[in-house]
């Protein structure tokens, strides 16, 4: 790689920032390249687009220093964010949120097709991605990655349900020259979380007709502990809060084959594999001296594959009709398994119990089959053709369930989580056709016009019709606007229709029921309906000088019926549902620190926001040349109408409504620049993190695990320094040296009463900062 730019915003595809600069001080520019997301028009460019994209490329993400896509990403754009999980299934999924939404309402594509979504549900109660089963991006290999496509505007009208936040569209490689050699080794100042990720990526010819893209990657990641002293023993044992470790390899090749002059066949795939494990509280000697006489921590563990395959021929039929048939299939897999643990209840009635157990599994299956036919018309009175797109899509989507062994789930279950009984065993599946349509065109020579429209049916949750129009006019050179309107959907996942679970703490219990179950209708439930969505958009682009470009979007997101995990009830009336669904609460537990809930149609959000990008390229000659940048994202959400459930209660308390509107920062900035001369280059960017606030629940004194009065936690606005080294050593070989969150900074601390036995020193609802501290890095790359 000649050059490693640590990039803080990525540039649009219609906005030309930093991306595109640090890609034309290369001798290319990332806004002249043919985009394909968000139009169906084959000749639609960056710098012409209709709707905010942003492009990262490759080089960019490798920069980071992060070798995993997620947290390479954060760094790059400032309206993505993630959770900062630490319990729960959750905990060992890679995944991100654009604009101030949820992870699984942006939709996910792999070279404009559909990517499934993981098996494993967030359960941790204490965030605002609870209850999301969003696509997994640890789980797609990195260094198959050309460059990344990222619509931020709603797209529901021309990719169907998920995609309300908007779009990240996966672009490939097809290199078929030579091989690559990357290695990121780092680690935390804390002196923990060595992480090593090691990736080959090599292409070649098919002939003179086509190219096969090779990729592998091998990442371990060693577990961070940053919990703090445990007020049972007085002592920092509990390993809790912290990072898991993971161990993860993955494979994928991307193919193209002209068979004809006017027929290709294609194909890509991928699969990984995933070993992690994550602490659970710590256990003390009392739970069950004869087997651990020092006290215990059970540790949850996760064994996943996940793979996926897509095959399809494209070419042009006749007078300049363009076909595209393909079908995708792909699978995840995740095995739960919890050790060093044990099950209280059967050793009392037996005298024995196991210390590992396998307490669940799930998978996920998603198959889908795309046929589009694309043609321009020439029109006299317009100034451009008519690109016009017909299609149709069939998908099958399918979860399943299965219950662990039967000592994890006799009795209250194991330390740490109870495993699924064979009352949770589940075969769901449903259908889902569609079919769109799409003109666009130059109605005047500066005026470009996009419109769509798509109806979808799904077997389980009846019908949508969405659609979309977005425009764009060039007043002159320097100067253009743009905006759209269009509606979407979300239908309910089938892992919100049908998931359950029960974990425990050493004082309590949380249990998830189905939201058809007898236990949930008990509780209030009524049958999930998809959300309902309308985005606007406005903004600018202004090019002022040579070299500077501005970009401004505003957007509106209003989400009806919007699906969380609500419903929660406490106590007694909890213990007894769970009872009424085969589960045992253990007697020993404090029955108000026992919970339960559903997924729900729970409220109506708005989501209002600005995206602001700058960039501007200095050349000093003999001194080398600077890419300065900045990007801004401003977002706020608002419940505009919170529903009650079938019994009147309301299904969102205070806090469920902060994880909807003030978990997500108010802002985020990330400014800095790129210097780069003969073989050096250096780059150097700051990030400031908006405040959160978050209704944290009480864990001990009067208001102890209250689900009506809650303590407000404000999270003070943080600033993270990023800086980077390079040297080209050799012609082949590039060097650098880098370091994320220089200065070491960390999160407000959180009171001690809302901390469970004192543990927990951060919140980690708040999408902010992570809670590690500074990570610095080694990143080789070699090619051939």
């Known amino acids: 790689m000649r050059r490693l730019l640590l990039a803080s915003v990525a540039s649009s595809t219609c906005m030309f920032s930093f991306s595109a600069l640090a890609a034309a001080a290369d001798g290319g520019s990332t806004d002249e390249q043919v985009i394909v997301t968000g139009?169906?028009?084959?000749?639609?460019?960056?710098?012409?687009?209709?709707?905010?994209?942003?492009?990262?490329?490759?080089?960019?993400?490798?920069?980071?220093?992060?070798?995993?896509?997620?947290?390479?990403?954060?760094?790059?754009?400032?309206?993505?964010?993630?959770?900062?999980?630490?319990?729960?299934?959750?905990?060992?999924?890679?995944?991100?949120?654009?604009?101030?939404?949820?992870?699984?309402?942006?939709?996910?594509?792999?070279?404009?097709k559909r990517?499934?979504?993981?098996?494993?549900?967030?359960?941790?109660?204490?965030?605002?991605?609870?209850?999301?089963?969003?696509?997994?991006?640890?789980?797609?290999?990195?260094?198959?990655?050309?460059?990344?496509?990222?619509?931020?505007?709603?797209?529901?009208?021309?990719?169907?349900?998920?995609?309300?936040?908007?779009?990240?569209?996966?672009?490939?490689?097809?290199?078929?020259?030579?091989?690559?050699?990357?290695?990121?080794?780092?680690?935390y100042y804390a002196g923990d979380g060595f992480t090593t990720d090691n990736t080959v990526s090599w292409g070649t010819k098919l002939t003179d007709r086509g190219y096969f893209h090779l990729d592998g990657e091998f990442k371990h990641q060693d577990h961070t502990n940053r919990g703090d002293i445990d007020t049972?023993?007085?002592?920092?044992?509990?390993?809790?809060?912290?990072?898991?470790?993971?161990?993860?390899?993955?494979?994928?090749?991307?193919?193209?084959?002209?068979?004809?002059?006017?027929?290709?066949?294609?194909?890509?795939?991928?699969?990984?594999?995933?070993?992690?494990?994550?602490?659970?509280?710590?256990?003390?000697?009392s739970v069950l001296p004869q087997v651990y006489p020092h006290g215990f921590s059970p540790v949850s563990s996760l064994d996943e594959d996940d793979f996926n395959v897509a095959i399809g021929f494209r070419g042009e039929i006749f007078d300049g009709w363009n076909w595209d048939l393909s079908t995708s299939y792909g699978e995840d897999h995740s095995h739960f398994d919890l050790n060093n643990s044990v099950n209280t209840t059967l050793y009392d009635d037996t005298g024995y119990t196991p210390t590992h157990f396998h307490v669940m599994s799930f998978s996920n299956r998603q198959w889908t089959t795309d046929f589009g036919l694309r043609?321009?018309?020439?029109?006299?009175?317009?100034?451009?053709?008519?690109?016009?797109?017909?299609?149709?899509?069939?998908?099958?989507?399918?979860?399943?369930?299965?219950?662990?062994?039967?000592?994890?789930?006799?009795?209250?279950?194991?330390?740490?989580?109870?495993?699924?009984?064979?009352?949770?065993?589940?075969?769901?599946?449903?259908d889902v056709a569609a079919g769109y349509i799409g003109l666009s065109t130059h109605l005047l020579k500066n005026w470009q016009v996009d419109f769509a429209g798509r109806f979808e049916h799904y077997t389980d949750s009846g019908n949508a019709e969405t659609g979309k129009v977005s425009m764009r006019y060039d007043v002159n050179k320097y100067f253009a606007l743009r905006g759209g309107i269009s509606n979407g959907f979300r239908a309910p996942t089938l892992a919100e229709q049908y998931y359950t679970s029960l974990s425990t703490t050493p004082t309590g219990a949380n249990g998830v029921v189905a939201v058809n179950s007898a236990t949930a209708r008990a509780l209030g439930s009524k049958a999930?309906?998809?959300?309902?969505?309308?985005?606007?958009?406005?903004?600018?682009?202004?090019?002022?000088?040579?070299?500077?470009?501005?970009?401004?979007?505003a957007y509106q997101i209003t989400v009806r019926h919007r699906i969380v995990e609500g419903g929660v009830y406490n106590g007694q009336r909890a213990i007894d549902a769970l009872e009424m669904g085969g589960y045992q609460v253990d007697s020993t537990v404090t029955p108000d620190s026992v919970s339960v809930q559903y997924f729900s149609n729970g409220a109506d959000t708005r989501t209002r926001g600005v995206n602001v990008t700058a960039g501007y390229r200095t050349d000093f000659g003999t001194y080398g040349r600077v890419n300065w940048d900045v990007s801004l994202n401003l977002n706020e959400t608002k419940v505009l109408k919170d529903y009650v459930d079938s019994n009147g209660n309301r299904l969102l308390s205070a806090q469920g409504i902060g994880y909807l509107t003030t978990a997500f920062p108010r802002n985020k900035l990330i400014f800095g620049a790129s210097w780069h001369k003969g073989k050096w280059d250096f780059a150097?960017?700051?990030?400031?993190?908006?405040?959160?606030?978050?209704?944290?629940?009480?864990?001990?004194?009067?208001?102890?695990?209250?689900?009506?009065?809650f303590?407000?936690?404000?999270?003070?606005?943080?600033?993270q320094t990023n800086v980077l080294l390079g040297y080209q050593a050799t012609e082949r070989l590039h060097v650098a040296l880098g370091a994320n969150n220089l200065f070491n900074q960390y999160p407000s601390r959180i009171p001690k009463d809302t901390s469970y036995v004192g543990v927990v020193p951060y919140d980690t609802a708040s999408q902010q900062m992570g809670f590690n501290g500074g990570y610095y890095y080694l990143a080789l790359n070699y090619s051939l």
Do not use: C
């Open 232 to 285: 049972r023993v007085g002592q920092k044992v509990n390993e809790y809060f912290g990072n898991p470790q993971e161990t993860k390899v993955s494979l994928g090749y991307n193919m193209g084959y002209k068979i004809t002059d006017k027929v290709e066949f294609y194909s890509f795939g991928s699969y990984a594999h995933r070993a992690a494990w994550s602490f659970q509280n710590y256990r003390t000697s």
């Open 115 to 187: 990517r499934h979504s993981t098996s494993i549900m967030t359960d941790d109660t204490g965030s605002p991605e609870n209850g999301t089963t969003p696509v997994d991006l640890g789980m797609i290999p990195q260094s198959s990655i050309d460059h990344i496509e990222i619509l931020q505007d709603g797209a529901a009208a021309l990719y169907g349900s998920d995609a309300i936040a908007g779009v990240v569209n996966i672009i490939l490689k097809k290199n078929t020259k030579g091989l690559e050699l990357h290695s990121v080794d780092g680690g």
């Open 375 to 430: 043609k321009a018309f020439d029109v006299p009175l317009l100034a451009g053709p008519i690109n016009f797109s017909i299609g149709a899509q069939y998908r099958n989507d399918a979860y399943n369930v299965n219950p662990g062994d039967s000592a994890s789930y006799y009795g209250a279950g194991p330390q740490g989580q109870s495993g699924l009984n064979q009352l949770s065993f589940t075969r769901a599946s449903r």
């Open 39 to 112: 139009t169906r028009d084959p000749h639609q460019t960056a710098r012409k687009s209709v709707t905010p994209v942003t492009v990262i490329s490759a080089k960019q993400l490798q920069a980071t220093g992060q070798p995993d896509l997620r947290d390479a990403l954060v760094q790059l754009d400032p309206s993505i964010t993630r959770p900062g999980l630490t319990s729960g299934n959750g905990n060992m999924t890679s995944t991100i949120s654009l604009r101030g939404l949820t992870s699984d309402q942006t939709l996910i594509l792999i070279n404009g």
């Open 684 to 709: 150097i960017h700051e990030m400031r993190w908006g405040h959160t606030i978050n209704q944290l629940q009480y864990v001990t004194g009067a208001n102890a695990w209250s689900n009506s009065v």
């Open 711 to 719: 303590y407000q936690m404000y999270n003070k606005p943080k600033f």
């Open 528 to 553: 999930l309906r998809p959300e309902k969505t309308t985005n606007f958009s406005a903004g600018f682009l202004l090019n002022p000088i040579k070299n500077m470009n501005i970009t401004v979007d």
